[in-house]
């Protein structure tokens, strides 16, 4: 299963961004989708949550207000528009499929955010 990844780049703060991740259809209607980041030198973490309905989503605190998870079941593809990007928010961000129906978890390749002035 290949989950591709794309929208990352260099922004300045206070810029937007959004990240895109396109899944294979069958794996995406069955999978809860999550966003994560791993910055240089720390673990990864989650950033942002969606229910494969869409019908709940979860935020880490530190990015609450500012980033906004999103699925479209009919492109098979999960957003996250993230706003007011703080340099702290610099990091490889990944996307991943938890498929239910199959108990196997997916990652995509990973794409760089950078905020710099």
């Known amino acids: 299963v290949q989950l591709v990844e794309s929208g990352g780049g260099l922004v300045q703060p206070g810029g937007s961004l959004r990240l895109s991740c396109t899944v294979s259809?069958?794996?995406?209607?069955?999978?809860?989708m999550s966003w994560h980041r791993q910055a240089p030198g720390k673990e990864r973490e989650l950033v942002a949550s969606?229910?494969?309905?869409?019908?709940?989503?979860n935020y880490a605190d530190s990015v609450k207000g500012r980033f906004s998870i999103s699925r479209d079941n009919a492109k098979s593809t999960v957003y996250l528009q993230m706003n007011s990007l703080k340099p702290e928010d610099t990091a490889v961000y990944y996307c991943?499929?938890?498929?239910?129906?199959?108990?196997?978890?997916?990652w995509g390749q990973g794409t760089q955010v950078t905020v710099s002035s």
């Open positions: 991943r499929a938890s498929d239910i129906w199959a108990d196997r978890t997916y």
């Open positions: 969606i229910t494969k309905t869409g019908g709940t989503t």
């Open positions: 259809r069958f794996t995406f209607i069955n999978s809860h």
